[in-house]
C-alpha cells in the first residue's frame, strides 16, 4: 500500500491533519491522514482523493468569502450619492409628489445597497431628467 506525502498541501491550505481527519474520518478508528511528527500522509490513493477533494472544496469556499466580501471596484455606491437620493426622497415627500420611472428603496440602509449605476438611474428618475 503507497502512502501519499500530503504536507505541503495542507500547509499551503492552513488546515491541520486532525482537522482533515475530524471532517473525514468515517469511523473513530479509520482517519484518512496519518499524522506523523513532522509529516502527514494519505493512506491510500482513495484517501489522497479524498483529501484532495476536501483540500478543494476549502479553497472554493474561502474564495467564494473573498468574492462576497470584497465589493467589485466602482460598483459602491456613494455617501454623496445616498445623500442625494435621500434628499430628493425628502423633498417629493414634502410635496407629495409621486412618479417617476423608477421605484425604488426609501430608507438609508435600503439606499445604500444600490449600486452606482442603479443609484444614478434613480436619481434620473426622481430629478425628472429621463
Do not use: W
Not at 58 to 64: E, F, P, V
Not at 75 to 100: C, K, P, V, Y
Request: avoid cysteine; hydrophobic fraction near 40%.
Amino acid at each position: 500500500m503507497a502512502q501519499y506525502d500530503i504536507t505541503k498541501k495542507l500547509t499551503d491550505a492552513g488546515v491541520t491533519a486532525a482537522e482533515v481527519n475530524a471532517a473525514l474520518a468515517t469511523s473513530p478508528y479509520n482517519h484518512p491522514i496519518h499524522d506523523a511528527a513532522d509529516s502527514a500522509y494519505a493512506r491510500s490513493s482513495r484517501d489522497y482523493d479524498r483529501v484532495m477533494a476536501y483540500l478543494a472544496k476549502l479553497a472554493a469556499d474561502k474564495a467564494a468569502e473573498t468574492v462576497k466580501a470584497a465589493p467589485v471596484a466602482g460598483s459602491q455606491i456613494t455617501e454623496r450619492q445616498i445623500s442625494f437620493i435621500m434628499s430628493l426622497l425628502g423633498r417629493r415627500e414634502r410635496s407629495g409628489e409621486a412618479g417617476g420611472f423608477m421605484a425604488g428603496p426609501t430608507t438609508r440602509e435600503g439606499v445604500a445597497r444600490l449600486t452606482r449605476n442603479q443609484a444614478s438611474s434613480y436619481i434620473d428618475s426622481l430629478t425628472g431628467r429621463y
